[in-house]
């Protein structure tokens, strides 16, 4: 049956990419979908950042606000900042088939970390970032390189490096992408050299438990790879207690039933050789793939990650 829907989202053109990429689906099966934009309390709340101001939890929970009182049935979420636990009430009815996972190199002069200039400053303010490149720049006895805080929507970081107070900046490709920034991309890093953060690149759809009917229209947007794959990510983080400021990467791929989870976590003040873990498994429910994310955690629990 097709229904009258609202979207609440953010007003980055991210935020607003991403809606907009759903009210489209939507439409095209019949549903009569619109927007709710909702201002936010500017950059610093849509980070990871170092100094742990602000928080993720902070702007979704607005657009939570206006699915509890009716005036949208539906948020996107970037999955990589949708908290592990969704307080009581509300569920993550659909994850759709994911991006370009990886962690992208924009630079105006350097085509890699190994081209980076005596003194280079790399900017990110996200710490699993930091860690991954920490090691990175020790292995290449780069011992010169500086990490410093970069905050904003891509749009402000992209005009940041272009002022110059950068040799070079990481980003998720899938956020290029999606805005048509994708031609900036000077480096993809392989999984190898940089593990995603858990759901990077996934869009989620946030709905109020109790309706069952929104839960319908969306299921034939589900992707089940993505959603297996997310799910046992999501579940390393949740079992290490994570939230957005830890330093730790959880990145799955499915091939057929079989799972291939792997994990990374780092001290920012500790040594710069990370602790890794690994696991692989058939899995054919979520309970499963987040079974196999537990384990992953544990070991990376036993390596020393907290
Ligand atoms: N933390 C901000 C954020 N949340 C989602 C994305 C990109 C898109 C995605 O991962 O789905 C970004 C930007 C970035 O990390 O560069």
Aim: glycine share 10%.
């Amino acid at each position: 049956m097709p229904l009258l829907l609202t979207i609440a989202t953010r007003e980055s053109r991210l935020a607003l990419w991403q809606a907009e990429h759903v009210q489209a689906l939507l439409g095209a099966r019949g549903h009569s979908v619109d927007l709710l934009g909702m201002t936010t309390r500017g950059d610093q709340i849509l980070d990871r950042t170092l100094s742990k101001v602000g928080g993720k939890g902070l702007f979704v929970k607005e657009l939570e606000t206006a699915l509890q009182e009716g005036r949208a049935q539906l948020a996107v979420h970037s999955l990589k900042d949708v908290p592990m636990e969704l307080p009581e009430g509300f569920a993550l009815a659909c994850v759709m088939q994911r991006e370009d996972p990886r962690d992208a190199w924009v630079s105006a002069g350097c085509a890699g970390l190994a081209d980076l200039p005596q003194g280079a400053v790399i900017g990110t303010s996200s710490l699993r970032r930091t860690v991954l490149l920490r090691e990175a720049l020790s292995k290449l006895e780069r011992n010169d390189v500086r990490i410093e805080p970069l905050r904003g929507n891509l749009d402000t970081r992209l005009r940041k490096l272009d002022e110059g107070q950068y040799a070079g900046i990481v980003l998720a490709a899938a956020g290029l992408k999606r805005l048509g920034q994708g031609d900036r991309i000077r480096h993809i890093f392989s999984t190898d050299e940089m593990l995603p953060a858990a759901g990077q690149g996934a869009l989620g759809i946030e709905i109020r438990a109790d309706r069952s009917d929104v839960a319908e229209a969306l299921a034939p947007l589900v992707d089940r790879p993505t959603w297996l794959a997310v799910a046992a990510e999501r579940a390393v983080s949740r079992a290490l207690g994570g939230s957005c400021s830890m330093p730790l990467a959880a990145h799955a791929t499915l091939s057929g039933q079989r799972l291939h989870l792997r994990g990374a976590w780092g001290d920012p003040e500790g040594a710069p050789q990370l602790v890794r873990a690994e696991a692989e498994g058939d899995v054919a429910t979520l309970a499963e793939a987040e079974a196999l994310g537990q384990r992953v955690a544990e070991a990376l629990g036993a390596g020393g990650a907290h």
